[in-house]
């Protein structure tokens, strides 16, 4: 236990823990400080000035980084406070490109609500803006600088939680600008397209690259089958963007929702999740059997995989050849699928819903495209699906629950649990502990490998063999993993990693919930609360229990492993330089 | 620099970088000392030497361009053989360091900051230099020249010039 100390805070007797901030201190006497640039955990540093309070020192300090003191006197709202708070402001806005009218973020922007809390109903001070240019040649992530407020929560997630460094500060004074280097698009750069950036940005200076306009055009075609699938963690998370709490599960709404989007049909990721531990299953235990290269690291997240091609290219060997759920679920779609349907594969248009933006790269890498069309044609965001939704006047709320479409709707447990950091493991573990024991075994809830710490790591025994697993989540710890595995430090069998913190529920391209929310609760657990809960409920909780995939390898791809199996749902990973000088193109 | 990678042309000088590097690295806030003595190597900081500091520092690129562009002493650009200076500070602005930069802008032919079409020149207004009782003042290279009039300046010039 820390030391309290006791201060006032506008009157008020406050006791805080010696070395927090004053920050900290009010929200103990539930008083509210607003604030720009702050995102705990993330940003704290002090930057902005719109936080500032009269703490008895001849300046105004900043409350997120001034710590408190026995018997300090703070005063957060008086004239000279208000004062001061609104010029900072207005001077932000002086600058700021304001199209907010046709801004992304219109409504979920934390300037906006800021210029309403502080009543700024007039722009007092009209000068020089800049006026650069739209970095929109990523795939994923597109950056507008004109909008940016230069909070820098982007490059501290990018370089401090994710150790991508893909952006920074670059400039100084009016000239500051928050861009690669030598102003290269983010395409040209080693950022993995994770999209945390989008989830910190308090503003609409980083959003996905938004698809939108080629899903209608596909649904309106009348010769294109279009198909859907939806991640595991789409659904615990979409409800946030019709004002449902944090952590529902809408799974039955999201299908009628996109039932009455006009897609032909609805499928769901988890079933492709059960396929990836099938495979993904096997090839670990064809590698410990063989003394094939181990650990075996999981390839679901397009981020990571992007990160190891940049940073580690010595360990790709590592690498699972599985494809993604999303990519094995597009490649079965185009054949087995269209095969027992009686569709030309060119005529079918896969579209999938993920909580992420680097799938739109992934889909977008030539390799991925098992029957020469991509396994996936288009992929949006959770946040574009919500989009469309909107934009189709479905009132999501009120719908009833739908059920996933056959013959590829039906996933185990263990295909659900994909969403969250360490599913994959558990998931993976459900079933290969049993193929070992040759046993059904009961004990299926992993525990260890739950959770929010930033590395994870079980032992598990299955048979005479003790399984060493461990889990890592945000780029940051997958680094620290990869160090020990490059170093021979480490002997796990297999690692799953996550780009994301917290894995897929805090995609990138998940609901963006405001510093106001992020600062009070934790969402990446409240949202995979929802995701284990959704386990829970599912009669069937391991990956080779569910008979639609059973089915799968009876009527089509034989066995997991077969020769089939890895032409459709194996690939192969590339080094990639960082900075590549053919084409470091300026914006 | 005109060199395209690490290990083909320019070898010497990747190899002198290098050994920059190395002398500092290691010790606390070596990366400005590394790119003052890279500047002075290359006479600016571009893609490729950035590249390799980066590489051989275990820094992110991103990071050491934010600190190249934060400090004016640092250029992204190829420097002239003679880098003139122009102060344009308050004092030598009031003493009309403006009329002595357009007259500098008018011989070397250039529209504004940047390098002449030979190399031998390039143009840089900048602000106090530390000479403010000779001001105007102007500095190429190492030498000062101070209360300076427009007329001054093809004379100036010349010297270099002929120099080559």
């Keep these: 236990m820390s030391k309290m100390v006791t201060l006032t805070i506008d009157g008020i007797e406050v006791k805080a823990p010696e070395g927090s901030t004053v920050l900290e201190a009010a929200k103990l006497a539930n008083i509210k400080i607003p604030t720009l640039c702050y995102l705990k955990g993330i940003n704290e540093i002090g930057a902005c000035r719109i936080c500032v309070v009269d703490v008895g020192v001849k300046n105004l300090q900043a409350s997120c980084v001034y710590p408190v003191a026995e018997g300090m006197k703070v005063i957060t709202n008086s004239p000279k406070v208000r004062e001061a708070r609104r010029v900072t402001l207005e001077l932000i806005l002086s600058n700021h490109d304001r199209k907010c009218l046709t801004c992304v973020r219109s409504e979920n922007c934390e300037l906006q609500r800021l210029a309403k809390d502080l009543q700024v109903d007039d722009i007092r001070f009209e000068g020089k803006k800049n006026d650069y240019n739209i970095d929109d040649f990523s795939d994923s992530v597109v950056r507008d600088p004109n909008k940016c407020i230069l909070c820098r929560r982007c490059t501290s997630v990018c370089k401090n939680i994710q150790t991508v460094s893909a952006i920074e500060t670059n400039e100084r004074g009016f000239d500051t600008i928050v861009a690669s280097p030598f102003n290269i698009s983010l395409k040209d750069t080693p950022c993995v397209n994770c999209g945390q950036c989008i989830n910190v940005c308090p503003v609409g200076a980083l959003r996905e690259k938004d698809n939108i306009d080629k899903v209608w055009e596909a649904i309106a075609d009348p010769d294109l089958h279009v198909v859907v699938q939806t991640a595991p963690a789409v659904r615990v998370a979409i409800g946030e963007e019709f004002g449902l709490p944090i952590g529902t599960r809408c799974t039955g709404k999201m299908v009628a929702a996109l039932k009455r989007l006009g897609f032909d049909k609805v499928f769901d990721t988890d079933t492709a999740a059960d396929l990836t531990i099938m495979e993904e299953g096997t090839e670990l235990i064809e590698r410990i059997k063989n003394g094939g290269k181990l650990p075996l690291i999981t390839s679901c997240s397009p981020g990571w995989i992007k990160f190891i091609e940049h940073n580690y290219p010595d360990l790709l060997d590592n690498l699972s050849t599985c494809k993604s759920p999303q990519i094995m679920f597009g490649a079965i779609l185009k054949t087995y699928y269209a095969e027992k349907m009686g569709i030309d594969p060119a005529k079918i248009f896969v579209v999938s819903v993920m909580p992420c933006t680097a799938k739109k790269f992934e889909v977008k890498r030539p390799e991925l495209s098992a029957t020469g069309y991509p396994d996936v044609d288009v992929s949006i965001t959770t946040r574009e699906a919500a989009r469309m939704i909107k934009e189709a006047g479905i009132d999501f709320n009120s719908l009833p629950d739908e059920n996933f479409d056959d013959p590829m709707g039906d996933a185990s447990g263990a295909g659900v649990i994909f969403g969250a950091t360490g599913g994959v493991m558990e998931a993976a573990l459900r079933t290969v502990v049993d193929i070992l024991t040759g046993k059904d075994n009961d004990d299926i809830e992993y525990k260890a490998v739950r959770g929010l710490d930033g590395i994870k790591v079980a032992e598990v025994k299955a048979g005479d063999l003790t399984l060493r697993a461990a889990v890592a989540h945000g780029l940051g710890n997958a680094r620290k993993i990869m160090d020990q595995i490059r170093s021979g430090e480490a002997d796990y069998h297999f690692v799953e990693i996550m780009a994301c913190p917290g894995g897929c529920v805090n995609g990138g391209g998940q609901p963006i919930q405001p510093a106001a929310v992020r600062n009070e609760i934790d969402i990446c657990a409240e949202r995979a609360k929802a995701i284990y809960t959704e386990d829970e409920n599912i009669q069937i909780r391991k990956s080779h229990k569910n008979e639609r995939i059973m089915k799968l390898y009876e009527e089509f791809l034989e066995k997991p492993g077969s020769h089939k199996a890895h032409e459709l749902l194996h690939t192969h990973y590339e080094e990639r330089e960082n900075y590549p000088e053919e084409c470091c193109g300026n914006i | ?164």
């Design chain 2, 1 to 164: 620099m005109g060199c395209k990678c690490e290990n083909n042309c320019a070898d010497q000088k990747v190899q002198e970088l290098i050994e920059i590097i190395d002398k500092h690295k290691g010790k606390k806030g070596a990366l400005i000392p590394v790119l003052h003595d890279a500047q002075n190597l290359y006479g600016y900081l571009p893609l490729q030497v950035q590249k390799i500091i980066s590489e051989r520092m275990n820094i992110p690129l991103a990071e050491i361009y934010g600190v190249v562009t934060f400090y004016t002493q640092f250029s992204l650009n190829q420097k002239g053989k003679y880098q003139i200076r122009v102060c344009l500070g308050t004092a030598c602005y009031v003493k009309g360091s403006g009329k002595i930069y357009e007259e500098l802008k008018k011989e070397l032919k250039l529209s504004g900051d940047g390098t002449t079409e030979d190399g031998l020149f390039s143009l840089e207004s900048c602000r106090c230099i530390g000479a403010c009782g000779l001001a105007p003042v102007i500095m190429i290279n190492d030498d000062v020249y101070g209360e300076l009039v427009p007329a001054d300046v093809p004379d100036i010039i010349k010297k270099y010039r002929d120099r080559k």
